[in-house]
């Protein structure tokens, strides 16, 4: 059951965090209360949602040379445990959205774990056989955690930070959908891979990466959070960060899990711990 509700995926959401730094230099006062309460929560509803991922996809996750060991997909876990499982981790999840909301004071971070539901249940159902929609459903998934971390924070999320996020969730997105057939797999087991072609996602790919990178720069250069002459001290390790993702993904085919890569590519640790060092440094605490 612990398999089935992936909490190595949690990692996914320092999403939520990223924008709790500059929340702060800007001076805003930072809730931990609020924060932790909606972390927590926000990574129940995850394993919901993977749980129900993880039931559609059934058959197609039989056929897939990684998927195929997933608890349902192997009959470790029956769908009945499952679907209870996930209503069990559902309404934990809500109600701990709730508890984070009445610290706030707002409903603004409810609001977007039921837009995550929707937009994930939308996604299971069956728009996640129709090309581009597909990686646009799941580019929103870290747009929504950047959001929510604005929300528990109380802050306001600058155009510079939606631009940046939004590119490069694409940019994870498409290099998920590269992955998928470069292992082989084609239309029987995901629709949506008969709408793309490796030539069409190394453009997509690269675009993103490009947008992503100018658009942290700019913000980087207009934002006040920062002391001056320090504005560009975490742009290296953004870069390097981006630009070595993107080798992994065209020397070795990978990209498909974000999450492996995170655990096992030492050099994206390191490139990690050296832009939040630099993020401590260049900002006006």
Same mark, same amino acid.
């Given at each position: 059951m612990v398999r089935l509700a992936r909490p190595t995926d949690w990692v996914k959401n320092v999403f939520i965090l990223a924008p709790v730094p500059f929340a702060?230099?800007?001076?805003?006062?930072?809730?931990?209360?609020?924060?932790?309460?909606?972390?927590l929560g926000f990574c129940l509803v995850n394993s919901a949602v993977y749980t129900l991922n993880d039931l559609c996809d059934t058959e197609a996750d039989r056929i897939h040379p990684r998927k195929r060991n997933r608890p349902i997909a192997s009959g470790v876990v029956s769908p009945t445990a499952a679907v209870v499982q996930m209503v069990v981790l559902l309404l934990l999840g809500m109600q701990l959205s709730l508890a984070a909301c009445l610290v706030v004071g707002s409903l603004d971070a409810a609001v977007l774990f039921l837009i995550y539901i929707l937009v994930n249940v939308l996604y299971s159902l069956g728009a996640k056989h129709v090309a581009l929609l597909d990686v646009f459903l799941l580019s929103s998934g870290f747009v929504i955690r950047v959001l929510l971390g604005c929300a528990l924070v109380g802050a306001v999320p600058t155009a510079w930070l939606l631009l940046c996020t939004s590119s490069l969730a694409f940019f994870l997105g498409f290099t998920k959908r590269r992955a998928d057939l470069?292992?082989?797999?084609?239309g029987s087991h995901r629709p949506s891979l008969r709408g793309y072609s490796r030539a069409f996602?190394?453009?997509?790919?690269?675009?993103?990466?490009?947008?992503?990178?100018?658009?942290?720069? &700019?913000? $980087?250069? !207009?934002?006040?959070?920062? &002391?001056? $002459?320090? !504005?560009?001290?975490?742009?290296?390790f953004v870069a390097y960060g981006i630009l070595n993702y993107l080798r992994l993904v065209n020397t070795q085919d990978v990209g498909g899990s974000p999450v492996d890569i995170a655990f096992s590519s030492r050099s994206s640790q390191v490139c990690a711990l050296g832009w939040i060092v630099a993020i401590c440094w260049s900002l006006m605490w």
């Open positions: 702060v230099a800007a001076g805003v006062q930072l809730r931990g209360t609020a924060l932790v309460l909606g972390v470069a292992a082989g797999l084609d996602l190394d453009q997509a790919i690269t675009i993103c990466a490009g947008v992503a990178l100018l658009s942290y720069a &700019l913000y $980087s250069i !207009e934002s006040e959070v920062f &002391l001056r $002459s320090r !504005e560009m001290a975490s742009m290296p």
